[in-house]
């Protein structure tokens, strides 16, 4: 991203973020959005125009009246908190529904790969419905070197993949804080992170199905492990 900077579209997605303090420079909506509520726009420059107009500034398909700039937050993470780290994951609308899930089950913290898609992506931030801006977030050029940090620091390395070395998530309780590993859709986890791996978990399914979507895959991983 640019300058650290990101795109936030939507109504509600922008209230989330005025609410979590997220720094925004700069602001467009219509006159009608602006008039809702205009006590909330009072960060960063507000521009006000005509939906028409708008319509044309915007140069991709949207049906929201209202788009802003801002900062990302400073990329940091706690290694006194639960990690999510994304593994080839390139899917803006799986990045953004993994977030919005973990949030729901206290996990909110994730490192990415070079490979990865960044949370931060305009698609991704829409569909979290704005829960990424509760997140710690970091991109992560070297994932061993970041496993073997996490290892160190008492961390169980837990991978999600249905390779034969896998243990049910409903028959193991783990006590320890947890870095949990997804992979991609289509290749899965890379064979050196599974490896490094001190966990290897999969979710039970039907024969026939024998693969989730790795946001529904993350959703129920996040249900099991909060337990």
Known sequence: HLNNLFFIESYKVYLKAVNSKINILKTITTKEVYESNPSKFNLGEVLITTPEILEKLVKFKSHTKIFSIAKIPNEKIDFNK????????????????????????????????????????????????????????TRVFDSLNFLEICLKKDYEIIAMDNSPKAQNINTIKIAKKKLIILGSEGHGISDDILNFSTTILKI??????????????AAITFHELSK
Do not use: C, M
Request: no cysteine; proline share 4%; glycine share 4%.
């Open 82 to 137: 639960n990690i999510i780290f994304f593994n080839n994951i390139t899917s803006p609308e799986n990045v953004g529904a993994i977030i919005r899930s973990a949030l729901a089950f206290d996990f909110s913290q994730v490192a990415y790969d070079k490979k990865s898609l960044t949370p931060w992506n305009r698609r991704s931030v829409r569909v979290s419905t704005g829960n990424i801006f509760k997140f710690n977030s």
């Open 204 to 217: 039970p399914v039907s024969e026939y199905v024998k693969h989730l979507n790795v946001g529904h895959a």
